[in-house]
C-alpha cells in the first residue's frame, strides 16, 4: 500500500499523540558492533523496529547506548561519525520509526548532507616547523572529504553559510588530527586555515539527558570529565554545569539524571577507593553541588565490562533509583538495584549473586522500575524487565520479563508527544515536499 509523504506524517503524528505506553530498547549486533532500537507495549507484547543507522547517506553504522526519551522523540549516544570527526561520541535525536536523525554533536549542521551554497573553505595541513602534509584527509561536516595537494592545500567549494566542524589529519591511516569550529559567511571565502595534526585523542558527548529545552551531556576530553548541556536545536554554546574534581580520586561522573519537574541533577561521582565515591545534588545550573549518599563504605564497587552505573529519579522527583555491583569481603559478587527517596535515605534494595544489573528508569506514571540482568558469565545475555515499587519497596512478585536473553545495550520508556512540543523541522519539511 502506498502513502504520500503528507499521510505518514499525519499517521506519525496520531501515533505518537496517541500516548500508547511502550518501551524502546538498543539490540546490539555483529562485528564491528552496531546498534538496533524496538519498541514493545510495556507487556512486552507487539515488538517493533524502530531505527538503525542504514539510511544514513554516509556512516552506514552505529552503536546506540544511553537510550532517553522526552516528548515523543529518543536521544541517545552513538559512535555514527563519517571518517574521523573531532568526537568518539555524538548525540543524537530521532523520531520513532523514521529513518531522520538529528544530530546534536559536535555542531548544529552535523549529520545535514547535500545542503549548496556560494561559498569556499581554503586552508592548508602542516607539521609544526611549517612543512605541509601531502595527501592528508581533511573532513568538513556536510560536504564530506578531501585530501591535500601537492604543497599541502585543500578547498571546498559550493558551501552554504553556517557553523561547521572542520578536521584535518594525517595520511596513512594515523589517528592523529587537528580539529576547528569555523563560521561560513555569505558570500565570502573561508579561510585559509592553517590545521596542524597533532593530538590522537576525541571527545566523548554521551549520557544523554533532557530538561525542558536543555540537553546535558557527559562530555570527556583526554582526563577532563564534565557534565554540560546544549539547546536541542544545538545553536548555543555547550554550556559546562560540573567539572569533574577529585585529586584523590582521579575519576569520572558515573552518571546522572536531572529531574523533570524541577531540574534538579542527582550524580554519582565514584572511583573505587575507600575515601571516594558517593551520590551528589546539583541545581539545573551545577550550584549547591552536595553529598547526599555516601558511598565509602559500601565495600569494593566492581567495574566490569557492560556494568556502567545508571541513576534516575522518578516523574514527582520523591525517589530516585540507581544500580551497583557489589563485592564482598569473600569476593563473592551481586546486582544491586537501590532505591532512595529524594534526600538521599535509603529506602531498599534488590540484589541478585554474581549478575549484573542495571536500571534503565521508570515508567511514566512513576510506578514501575525498568531494568535489565544478565549472569556475570555472559554479559551479553540480557534479560529486559520491569518490577513495581509498592509501599517505598520493590515488590518481587510484580517482576514481569519483557524481553529475554539479548544483547541489550540501553532500554527507555517512551513518553508522548506533548502539545508545546514541535517535530525537527528538516523531518517535517521532507515529509511534506
Known amino acids: ?225 564534565s557534565i554540560k548541556y546544549v539547546n536541542k536545536q544545538a545553536s548555543i554554546p555547550h554550556t559546562e554545569v560540573l567539572k569533574y574534581d577529585s585529586p584523590q580520586c582521579g575519576g569520572e561522573f558515573d552518571a546522572f539524571d536531572v529531574g523533570k519537574k524541577s531540574g534538579k541533577m542527582v550524580v554519582i561521582k565514584f572511583e573505587q577507593g575507600s575515601s571516594c565515591g558517593g551520590v551528589y545534588m546539583a541545581d539545573k545550573d551545577g550550584r549547591d553541588f552536595h553529598l547526599v549518599v555516601d558511598m565509602t563504605q559500601w565495600g569494593a564497587l566492581v567495574d566490569y565490562p557492560g556494568t556502567q552505573r545508571q541513576i534516575f529519579w522518578n516523574n514527582d522527583e520523591s525517589q530516585f533509583v540507581m544500580n551497583a555491583k557489589i563485592q564482598d569481603q569473600n569476593y563473592n559478587t551481586y546486582g544491586y538495584m537501590y532505591l532512595f527517596d529524594s534526600d538521599g535515605n535509603y529506602l531498599a534494595d534488590v540484589y541478585k549473586p554474581s549478575s549484573i544489573m542495571t536500571v534503565y528508569g521508570w515508567s511514566p506514571d512513576g510506578e514501575w522500575v525498568l531494568y535489565s540482568l544478565s549472569p556475570e558469565s555472559d554479559p551479553s545475555k540480557k534479560t529486559l524487565a520491569k518490577i513495581k515499587i509498592v509501599n517505598d519497596d520493590f515488590d518481587i512478585s510484580t517482576n514481569i520479563i519483557l524481553v529475554k536473553d539479548a544483547s541489550i545495550s540501553g532500554a527507555t520508556w517512551m513518553d508522548g508527544l506533548s502539545s508545546e512540543q514541535q517535530m525537527n523541522p528538516a523531518i517535517i519539511s521532507y515529509l511534506l515536499n
Request: proline share 4%.
Open 1 to 225: 500500500m502506498y502513502f504520500s509523504r503528507t499521510s505518514l506524517l499525519v499517521v506519525l503524528i496520531a501515533s505518537v499523540i496517541s500516548g500508547e505506553d511502550r518501551i524502546a530498547y538498543v539490540i546490539s549486533e555483529g562485528v564491528p558492533e552496531n546498534g538496533k532500537v524496538y519498541s514493545i507495549k510495556s507487556d512486552g507484547s507487539d515488538s517493533e523496529f524502530l531505527f538503525d543507522f542504514s539510511k544514513h547517506p554516509k556512516d552506514k553504522t552505529g552503536i546506540i547506548k544511553d537510550l532517553n526519551s522526552e516528548g515523543g522523540k529518543l536521544y541517545f549516544s552513538s559512535n555514527n561519525n563519517y571518517v574521523y570527526g573531532p568526537a568518539r561520541y555524538n548525540l543524537f535525536e530521532i523520531l520513532p520509526g523514521q529513518y531522520f536523525f538529528h544530530q546534536l554533536t559536535p555542531g548544529e549542521n552535523s549529520g545535514v548532507w547535500g545542503i549548496s551554497g556560494s561559498e569556499k573553505v581554503t586552508g592548508s595541513v602542516k607539521d609544526s616547523a611549517g612543512n605541509p602534509y601531502v595527501g592528508s584527509p581533511v573532513f568538513l561536516e556536510g560536504k564530506g572529504m578531501v585530501y591535500t595537494d601537492a604543497i599541502g592545500e585543500f578547498e571546498f567549494t559550493n558551501v552554504a553559510s553556517g557553523d561547521y566542524w572542520l578536521n584535518a589529519y594525517r595520511g596513512g591511516g594515523s589517528d592523529v588530527h587537528e580539529s576547528k569550529y569555523i563560521h561560513i559567511s555569505n558570500y565570502a571565502t573561508s579561510g585559509p586555515w592553517q590545521l596542524i595534526p597533532d593530538t590522537g585523542d576525541r571527545w566523548s558527548y554521551e549520557k544523554p539527558v533532557v530538561y525542558g529545552d536543555r540537553v546535558y551531556y557527559i562530555h570527556s576530553y583526554y582526563s577532563n570529565i
